[in-house]
């Protein structure tokens, strides 16, 4: 049996102030990789949003992306805001005490 690859998208904006990024898939395993290559590059803004809403699932790779990219910007749990989360991937996030760890909120324009 073959297992199919997990597919992510991942869209940024910037304007310096907030970055913004989008992600649509699965944020697993095989796709953690893409998002890790993409904030280490990423630097400068005073703000970050990861935008969740269209993200199908997470697992503990994709948890310990996030916890990197709070790593590279500053623990101060004000500047990630993990927003617009679909019901389970919220849940598994609360599961795993994000919302200790970061700000959550439904609407990405709360973030701003």
């Not at 699965?26 to 998002?35: I, K």
């Not at 990861?50 to 500047?79: W, Y």
Request: hydrophobic residues 40%; positive net charge.
């Amino acid at each position: 049996m073959e297992i199919p690859e997990a597919k992510m998208d991942i869209q940024v904006t910037n304007d310096h102030q907030l970055t913004q990024i989008a992600l649509r898939g699965e944020f697993v395993y095989s796709t953690m990789p893409s998002f890790v290559h993409l904030i280490k590059k990423l630097h400068g803004s005073e703000r970050y949003c990861v935008d969740l809403g269209k993200a199908t699932r997470i697992d503990s790779s994709g948890m310990g992306a996030l916890l990197l990219l709070r790593d590279l910007v500053g623990e101060d749990h004000t500047r990630v805001v993990l927003c617009n989360m679909q019901p389970r991937v919220r849940q598994t996030l609360i599961k795993a005490n994000f919302h200790r760890l970061f700000t959550l909120s439904d609407a990405c324009k709360s973030a701003a």
